[in-house]
């Protein structure tokens, strides 16, 4: 009798392999077909990149694709941001989201297809314009997974929603899409995914982590003041230009020695402008700081020793209090992105029997930010669970493996993700994800 459970049980196991490798095959030979179309489409977004909070083309493409796929399509909930919503039958929902923005650098890849877009930044300057953290990529596995998804209507149930995300390089995008009340304004989703390329994974692997994916992110803008004069005279100055300098030595302090070491925490000063001529000493010098952690505990104490830093060599300057610097954080926060453990795993799974078990690789944490924590942070809280999407020619990995050389990183003007392999790759691992989670 044993044997026969055994046996019986052992042919369910294969019938389920035998489904969901049929479902693969099915996905694949669809998406190269569709292939020629995507690849079109990815070469169009990256020659028409559009800056954070200016995607007013790239969201009306997106919606009209979504439209034709029998979406029905919500716009302009804060921003640019919209949600096409498609209801299958009875079953749980499933919310795909994807980002449009582009960040402001002269792309030098030397692809054919290079942007030589240019834009208008927040300042009123004229900047070239690139999608250096590979957006297009990610606009790109969302068309093709919505289409795939459609396609294989039979083989699912359930409701899908898919959002088209403003902003997310400047931190404003999810943030005005929940204040739009997209929750109020859709299914509210049982599961939230979403996949960015990788620049150090090759093309054709995935990438996962359950629990800390990506840090918070806090902005940081500090006012240093001081008495200008003539540079000829510093002795009748304070100079806010040297007051900053010695403020800047000081915050490299705060991580290595007021921060545990095994918790990962990061200060950058990524921009100081004071002065205006080489023979005058300001009034102020402007900076502009990042924070990142994983915890809000760490993340409050850096805060606090930067203004104890920046007050402490106020007084030893010998300012005034009114001329103590001023530190600001800006709106809005971006928290940590904490994936789902129970809802990474199973995707990890699905993606091991897809790919491989050697195509699927665990990462450690990264102290880049993602906004798209806030999907799951709402009044609902929702599983959310992002992964990587490897996005480099294996060759060129190898080889840098072997030379100790780097590769482009994300937002490096040189950075070229290998189109086909990766979009290929991410839609198979998206409309796996998502063929999963709505199981009929």
């Not at 921003?79 to 079953?91: F, I, S, T």
């Not at 083989?155 to 929603?161: A, D, E």
């Not at 989703?189 to 982590?209: E, F, Q």
Request: with cysteine; charged share 20%; glycine share 6%.
């Amino acid at each position: 009798m044993r044997n026969i459970v055994s046996l019986f049980i052992l042919l369910i196991i294969n019938s389920f392999a035998v489904a969901q490798s049929s479902t693969d095959n099915q996905v694949q030979s669809f998406v190269n077909q569709q292939y020629p179309s995507l690849d079109t489409l990815y070469k169009y977004l990256h020659q028409h990149p559009e800056l954070s909070s200016q995607e007013e083309q790239t969201a009306l493409l997106i919606a009209n694709e979504l439209r034709s796929l029998g979406f029905e399509v919500q716009e302009r909930l804060g921003m640019y941001n919209l949600a096409g919503v498609l209801k299958n039958g009875e079953g749980p929902t499933l919310l795909i989201r994807t980002d449009m923005d582009a960040l402001p650098l002269e792309e030098k890849t030397g692809v054919p297809y290079a942007s030589t877009a240019t834009g208008t930044n927040a300042a009123g300057e004229t900047v070239g314009v690139m999608h250096a953290c590979g957006h297009d990529i990610h606009m790109t596995v969302f068309l093709g997974t919505a289409r795939t998804m459609v396609q294989m209507k039979e083989q699912w149930s359930g409701t899908l929603v898919m959002v088209a995300q403003s902003a997310e390089e400047t931190g404003f995008g999810a943030d005005a899409l929940f204040k739009a009340n997209l929750y109020d304004k859709i299914p509210v989703p049982d599961y939230a995914i979403a996949l960015h390329d990788n620049a150090s994974l090759p093309a054709g692997t995935v990438g996962y982590r359950a629990g800390a994916f990506m840090a918070s992110v806090d902005m940081v803008d500090i006012t240093v003041y001081g008495e200008g004069g003539h540079g000829a005279a510093p002795h009748t100055t304070k100079d806010p230009i040297v007051l900053a300098a010695q403020m800047i030595n000081s915050f490299q302090t705060i991580v290595s020695r007021e921060i545990n070491p095994i918790n990962p925490a990061v200060v950058t000063v990524g921009s100081i402008h004071g002065g205006t001529v080489h023979n005058i000493i300001p009034d102020e010098v402007k900076l502009q700081l990042t924070v990142r952690s994983y915890s809000p505990q760490v993340r409050n104490r850096i805060i606090r020793a930067l203004k104890r830093i920046s007050q402490s060599h106020a007084q030893a300057a010998r300012l005034p209090e009114e001329k103590y610097p001023t530190v600001r954080i800006r709106d809005p926060q971006t928290p940590a992105t904490i994936n789902n453990t129970e809802l990474t795993n199973r995707l990890t799974t699905v993606f091991k029997k897809m790919l491989g078990e050697d195509k699927v690789v665990e990462t450690p944490p990264n102290m880049v930010g993602e906004d798209f924590s806030l999907y799951g942070m709402q009044d609902k809280k929702v599983p959310i669970c992002m992964f990587w999407l490897g996005a480099v020619d294996p060759q060129k990995v190898k080889e840098a493996e072997e030379t100790g050389t780097k590769l482009p990183s994300l937002h490096s003007p040189f950075y070229a993700p290998v189109p086909e392999p990766t979009i290929k790759t991410g839609i198979r691992a998206m409309s796996a994800a998502a063929l999963e989670l709505l199981e009929k």
